[in-house]
């Protein structure tokens, strides 16, 4: 099964496909002057642009874990997040507090989903 | 290959199933006025339940990240785990420190599972 | 499937693999006298090594989660981590702030990899 990249850079790759699934890198905000609520919009609308350019959508998502800069944030992310979950389509998911990479991003998203399906 | 979610809930599915992997939701404690031992086994009991459901058990355990509210319950958390994963079976795991949803949850874990094996 | 373990201890594997896909746990430093850099490069080596006895190497990598001590560390970890990805064939990666189990480790690596690929 050959492994296909997307967006393959020095450091990482923006997902990483294999056989039927893919993974994508931890995601951050480029527009980083929005608060949590508008850093956590930017990433999902990441993670539509990339499973689409695998022919997927949001619906495949197996697997994501949400970092948050500041946990007392839980409740902004999640009314991005549950807004954009496919009903009856949510995917496995772990949420904790980390400090992440620079002071100005305040959420970051990681996932695993499937390429293929029929459910 | 169908996608199959265990509880499938607004925000998050307990589990999700593709193929032969399952991936398995940060899992926390439901009482959590129990220490971080009961809590650990609270949450390993919940993580057999959602395996026994997929016809797994705790041997088909392919991975698991374990976040500790407080780092120093490190050796308490382990004191559970180590009596609960079958010998010469144990997963891949990483277990770092993070603040978690809210203050009362002690021990999260999220698991990757194999759900047909013959080793 | 079979699932495989390398370095099967009682707490945990070193790496599980099933059918083509490889885990690896949370990997850390042996020498903890050394810094970000030398840890990172002792991480990265052992890695290296349970990819190579299971007959692939670091091009299989799919997806990486770094942990850092202190996210101060950031770019002394990538100076290593940079170099040694080979180019063109970046995983996936998350990286954030973490206290790990000692204070003696200053990074910890986790890492999903592909055995069979063709690209």
Known sequence: MPIERINPGRRLSQAVRYGDTVYIAGTVA????????????????KIDTVLARL?????HLLSATVWLADVAAYDDMNLIWD????????PARACVEAKLAGEEYRVEIAAIAALDRAD
């Open 55 to 59: 022919g997927a959508d949001k619906s």
């Open 83 to 90: 807004a954009w979950v496919p009903e009856g389509a949510a």
């Open 30 to 45: 480029d527009d980083t002057s929005a608060d949590v609520k508008g850093q956590t919009r930017q990433i999902l609308a």
